[in-house]
């Protein structure tokens, strides 16, 4: 059975938004962090288009709007001023190197698919294919933040999380009523710029943003 | 006809036994038990083919012998042909190698008598087991073959680390005798007397629940022999120190037991199961695989290396009887067909390259005294024929076209990317893990022979021992021949050799016969022609270029001429065997890229000058890579033992009135106990 | 009898354009980088050049050293006429399919690793274990993007591949097939020695991995040697280009569509070069410890292929 041009581009959009998470996993320096979730969320933002566009939602284009306004430019731009301050850091040493956090996101991926197969094969939207690979986007989220040592990572990790939440939502429900949408956006703003100042007052106690150095608290 | 060969193979066999008991040392004897040993083998090499070529199994019997457990019943179907014709193959050129390299213990540093008797009677309890009929026969000759192994592996009893391997080796060997005691039992419901062909109709009407605790008894018994992860710590410790020509057959044949015992009681008594079965061998072949061969890579005894590789090796067959069995629970019978008969051909190739292999370490070690890889080099030009064979072996363990292990791991890819036709898709998913998997363990193999090959045998020595090697004996040649030989057969005809193993798995449970559905003219073809291989005309293709090329250069008038000079290395002056690259630097990238994995640990101590800390006196490190079954495994279970052994000893206080006490007590004890309860 | 030589012709067709194909990867690359660079033809005289010097051989070597150059030649030349270049399906598709392909490339790699060894020098041994190490990791990856690949295409045979994908040109816009293209690409840059995991104009020896095996090597076996690492090159693009976008492969042997083949050939050769070009001026070289976690990368991707052409059938 053919695959509908409203399937294909909507899996095509899951699958480049997982790409994107997985380079969290891969690269070292925070610039290129920042990169993915911009590059993501941008990828979210033309999903929601082309949601509204095929789901004939226009609702969807207001929400694609404030998404970018948000997480591509907004969130984006504090989260460089950050990463200018700490510039020297680097995620030189993570709890679970390199390539067996890759290999285990491909194992994430899998039990994705096998969570989501229940629903994939209910479902009768058209966007369900990409389902699972939203779901796998929000265990990569999740794993980020749980293996990598820099607080400027696990931000990064939450907001990938969060946007993979926002995808699972989009393609299993053709998004969320306009309301909700607004404030889990409002939430999110909220928690980011909680973040920061957190992240800021690690920087100031100890010279580092390593989340490791707060069991010195300890002592 | 089959039962005169069958007495020629006891008489064969006797012969070789008696011959070392009265011959002892001196040449005679050792020619006398190697002939013994290849007459043997022959004859059971002979019953095989004609047993598979008729098709019908044979049996004999002799009900008088050890009545009381139903007598000794032999009974050889296709399957247990299969294997006589492994232990066949394995033993005759290796017996002819150990009749030159047992020359060494004439010095009395083994005893030969021992090694020719224990020899013979291992050939002839192996042969036993596979053509065992009844649960009596097959366990008692599992036993022998456990108990003469033993005496084997000990042959050079005064090295320090010899007793130790045995002990551990018999001690793993009895557990797994334990096992299939109590696998049999419950299968056959407490009869002793019991023959496969009652149990296999018996098994029919057993409940599920049981037939589950079977099947993992079974993989755990047979598993202790075969050598999967984490049950295979004797075989680093055993095959090392064995003589090499009995590591040979360890390793290529007695190993394969397991996996004869795995089929014959998990495909043929039960006549296979639920997927999840399948689904538990494939997983454990594909971990052994892996963990196999990456402490293979860090192992710098050559031997040790080795033995680490038939782990790989028995995961890989692993992986292709899994699938087989995935398949067959599936209904798939043909890819269930392809899966077994990829993990049946990949024994017989890894018999006669293992074989081969540990019969040219044998040859270095023999020549150089040592297996340590880092004192070696420069045997190619010392020992070439070794070199040469060695190198055939080592293209063949790596699976490289057009030799017996890229046609047998083809057949067990080619199985498991038929994976897709499972109708369920959790079960699928794990054979595309199990091939990515299995083409991992091939690299690191390409990887690990490479160092082994390289560091062992080309450059320039490395210590004075490696200086004054001289090749082998002309018998040692001979036998490593004879296993190149069938290396290159077995690669280049596998046409010839797959249409036979499916006759072997004829019938077996559930599986039809149909001889010529993997292969076609010259090629090798999966079902419904997904993947087709012609390995012959591979290989003549490669030789005819390989001759083409220095034709065509003569053609176009290049350049011939070839001079002798330093070596270059960047415009070194000199060039010393310091300067070469030692077998931990080889490995150094891969054991960084799994650090995780193996968790090495270091020590890193500096001396400095007394007067100033700028200066530094001496610097000491060391690294040790400790598997870690080892650390989380074995060590907590021999603490337990040692710890209640140590409790148990509290009962022993010296004291004669205490001794007495206790028997008294026993005594009391018992009589009481038989009176009151009828 | 006229479709073997066919066969044959291909392979030689494939070893003739090689060294053009290396020399256009490294004009475009010295344009990029605003030098002139040489005529993408060079590479044909440094072979010529090469092919007339005399061999000198290290005193160390043995035969290994010297036979190695024959068996790597060979078997990269064996693979280049199994491998549709323009012309497919090929008669030869039942003797290898990808499997033996990737296989025969690995004894090619095999027995390179060996004689870097042979020499007895720090650079070879170095050169070999990296180099071993390298393919050791790539080999999941080049499995299961096969395995990818022949799921959607219902064969491992090449010819095979590319009769069904003509058959069904939308396979080729599929997760499954663009992944496994994604993955296959970073691999063809592992095995081949590009940019970012190995500088094939370095001349630093600490960086080199092909180059750190080849050092010993000189006159006619260097020739054959860099030759065969030409091919290499072309083989893979061949693979990259013809199995996942087969239109302009000839399906007839008439005269005329076997020259359009050609040309088509040529210009999809252009274009991954060109695309080669671009990338290896972009990025650096990778360390040696970070070259597994691009490999680790395109394992996921391949599996990520695998999975979505399994689990959406």
Redesign the interface.
Known sequence: MAPSLFSQLSTLGACLALLYGLLLLWRRNLGSYVDAFQGQSVVLAVLFGVVGYFGHDPELYFVATVFVALKVFLMPYYLRRMQDRFAVERERDPYLNVPASLILAGLLVILAYAVMRPVVTISSLPTRSGLPLALALVFIGLLVILTRKKAFTQVVGFLILENGITLLALLGTYGIPLIVELGVFLDALMGFLVMQIFIYQLHGTFESIDVDQLNQLRH | MIDTLFIGMILAYGFGASAALVFGRGSIGRWLVAVGSVLGAGAGLAIGIAVIAAGTPVEASIPGLFSFAGGLLVRLDSLGAFFLILIGLGAIPTALYGASYSKTYEDGRGSLRQLGLMLNLFLFSMSLVVMAGNIFTFLFAWECMSLTSYFLVITEANEPETLGAGSWYLAMAHISLVFLTILFLLLSGGDWSASFNSLRSGAAVLSSPLRNVLFVLALIGFGLKAGIVPLHVWLPLAHPVAPSHVSALMSGVLIKMGIYGLLRVVLDLLGGGPAWWGGVVLGVGSVSAVLGVLYALMEHDLKRLLAFHSVENIGIILIGIGAGLIFRSYGLITLALLGFIGGLYHTLNHAVFKGLLFLGAGSVLHATHTRNVEKM??L??SM?WTAFFF?IGA?AI????PLNG?VSE?LV??AL?GG?QIPK??M??IM?LA??????T???A??C???A???TF???PRSPEAEQAHESSWSMRLGMGMFAVLCVALGVLPFAVVPQLSRVMTGLGGLPASPAAFSFNL?L?SPA??????PP??AL??VV??GL??VG?RI?R?????????????G?IS?T?R???TAT??????R??F??LFRPTKELSIDFHPDSKYFVQSIEYRSEILPWFERFLYRPLLEMFHFSARQVRRLQSGSLHLYLLYTSLALVLLLVVARWIK | MMSFLLEIGQGLLALALAPGLVGFVRWIKARLQARRGAVPWQPYFELAKLFGKDVVISSNASWLFRAAPYIIFGSTLAVACLVPTIFAPLPGDGVGDLLAVVYLLLLGTFFLALAGLDPGTAFGGMGSSREMTIAAIAEPTIALAIFGLALGAGSTNLGRIVTNTLANPILALSPGYLLAFAALFIVTLAETGRLPVDNPSTHLELTMIHEAMILEYSGRYLALIEWAAGLKLLIFFSLLANLFVPQGLATTLTPTSLLMAGFIFIGKLAFLGVVTAVLETRVAKLRLFRVPELLSVSFVLALLSVISSFLLR
């Open positions: 080099g420069g190619i030009k070439p190198l293209a790596s699976a490289l076209p890229f083809w890819f080619q990317l897709f898709p959790e699928a998913i595309p091939v990515g998997m299995l083409a991992l091939s690299g690191l390409a990887a022979f490479v160092k090959f390289g560091i080309l450059a320039i090629t073809q022609a997904f993947g087709q291989m012609s005309i591979i293709g490669l270029i390989l090329i220095p250069m176009f290049i350049n011939q001429k070839r001079r002798v000079s330093a070596t270059w290395a960047c070194q060039q065997p300067m070469e690259y630097a080889f490995a150094e990238p891969l960084r890229v650090a995780q």
